[in-house]
Every structure is written in C-alpha cells, then in structure tokens.
C-alpha cells in the first residue's frame, strides 16, 4: 500500500522558515518524480514544485522560485520542502504527491494527507 506522510508544518511568522518532510513507503521510491502541491483556505489546488526521480531536475512555481527548496533522499524514502522567506499567502496544507512515472508530470496518482503551514505574525 502506498503511503506518503507529511510532516513538519506549523505557525511561523512572515520572513520565516520551515522544512516539510514526506515520507514515502509502499512502492519503489526512486523510481518515481514527487512533487509538493498546496491548498490554501477557501482556494483550488497550487502546484508548488516538483523533482525528478534522482533529484537531478527540479521545477517551481514562479512564485516561490529563491525562496523553495525541493530535495529528496532516496536512500531514506523521504522527500523534503525547504521554505525560507514566508509569506502570508504561503499559508496553505501542504501535500506531498507521486508522479505515475520517473519524471514530473502534470498529474499525480497518490497523496498523503497533508500539513498545514500558516505564516501569521
């Protein structure tokens, strides 16, 4: 079964930093691009940003370019968002998604349940 589990949110104030972690089990880890999407509250799906297979390509959002960093460690089945200069628009549930195949793609075949950031002072 295929299971992703987010971690790592919280309150943080603007001009802060987190870093979400996914941990990924149930199927072959590095064989498959990640990507982080978020949901803000009362708003549609965002794609934040995505990476490859072996962490060699890695693809943002325009918004969040300089200020996220996608990351993966394949030999731990984890993926990872570092958020540095936080926003209040950043404040969101944050889900970590697979990709159906080992580059990133606009679609996404599994989940986790996601983990809320909110970025308040």
């Known amino acids: 079964e295929v299971q992703l589990v987010e971690s790592g949110g919280g309150l943080v104030q603007p001009g802060g930093s987190l870093r979400l972690s996914c941990a990924a089990s149930?199927?072959?880890?590095?064989?498959?691009?990640m990507s982080w999407v978020r949901q803000a509250p009362g708003k549609g799906l965002e794609w934040v940003s995505a990476?490859?297979?072996?962490?060699?390509?890695?693809y943002y959002a325009e918004s969040m370019k300089g200020r996220f960093t996608i990351s993966r460690d394949n030999a731990k089945n984890t993926l990872y968002l570092q958020m540095n200069s936080l926003k209040s628009e950043d404040t969101a549930v944050y889900y970590c998604?697979?990709?159906?195949?080992?580059?990133?793609?606009?679609?996404?075949?599994?989940w986790g349940k996601g983990t809320l950031v909110t970025v308040s002072s």
């Open positions: 990476i490859s297979w072996n962490g060699g390509s890695t």
């Open positions: 149930g199927f072959t880890f590095d064989d498959y691009a």
């Open positions: 998604a697979k990709a159906p195949s080992s580059w990133p793609s606009p679609s996404w075949d599994y």
